[in-house]
């Protein structure tokens, strides 16, 4: 069936640096991916999304690419803060089936 | 608004008892959604509805049944649990059939022994 792999699982980084976290699906009609970021105890809640006709978006400190021939999508965090520590997680959706499948998460830890 | 609403928060189940967790959303998404986590495993898709009176299954189906007679309310029940089903289980919805990113509810911590 359908999946999506990522990693690293965890990521340590020092205050101030980049974070870079990627994702593979399978599915090629894959065309929303989303990205969400869950604090200890908390829901998960959607940090950026990027859609399959668009390469790259940009909010404040966080990106996303998007290179569809390979079927990669990569989370891009700069200036990263101790708030920024959490798991973060990628997620796959395909139109045609209306089915979302999520990668298995990344440990992120700034340390300060 | 509300949001996305869970209940209960916990719960503790026997092996073989049956228990139903409840999802409402008051936003008006027709995609709604149930997930299990389970540590290292991430969020794995139960059973998803695409409107009222329409239910599909995801990746872990077994042992879970679900229905969707109003587009506010999409239940969870688990039919005989078994310690297999101890998780964290999250319900989401999203507008644009899914194309609008999940809210999710709190979540339910279930345990069963």
């Known amino acids: ?112 | 608004n509300a949001g996305v609403t869970q209940t209960p928060k916990f719960q503790v189940l026997k092996t073989g008892q049956s228990m139903t967790l409840q999802c409402a959303q008051d936003m008006n998404h027709e995609y709604m959604s149930w997930y299990r986590q389970d540590p290292g495993m991430g969020l794995r898709l139960i059973h998803y509805s695409v409107g009222a009176g329409i239910t599909d299954q995801g990746e872990v189906p077994n042992g879970y049944n679900v229905s969707r007679s109003t587009t506010e309310d999409f239940p969870l029940r688990l039919l005989s649990a078994a310690p297999s089903q101890t998780s964290v289980y999250f319900c989401a919805s999203s507008s644009d059939r899914g194309q609008g990113g999940y809210t999710f509810g709190s979540g339910t911590r279930l345990t069963v022994v």
Do not use: M
Request: charged share 20%; proline share 4%; aromatic share 10%.
């Open chain 1, 1 to 112: 069936g359908e999946n999506v792999e990522q990693h690293p699982s965890t990521l340590s980084v020092q205050e101030g640096d980049s974070a870079v976290i990627k994702c593979t699906y399978s599915d090629s009609a894959s065309n929303y991916f989303p990205w969400y970021k869950q604090e200890l105890g908390k829901r998960p809640q959607l940090i950026i999304d990027i859609r399959s006709n668009v390469g790259e978006k940009k909010d404040q400190r966080i990106a996303v690419t998007l290179n569809k021939t390979a079927k990669h999508f990569s989370l891009h965090i700069t200036e990263t803060q101790p708030e920024d520590s959490a798991v973060y997680f990628c997620a796959a959706y395909t139109s045609g089936t209306y089915k979302y499948i999520f990668g298995t998460g990344t440990r992120l830890k700034v340390l300060a």
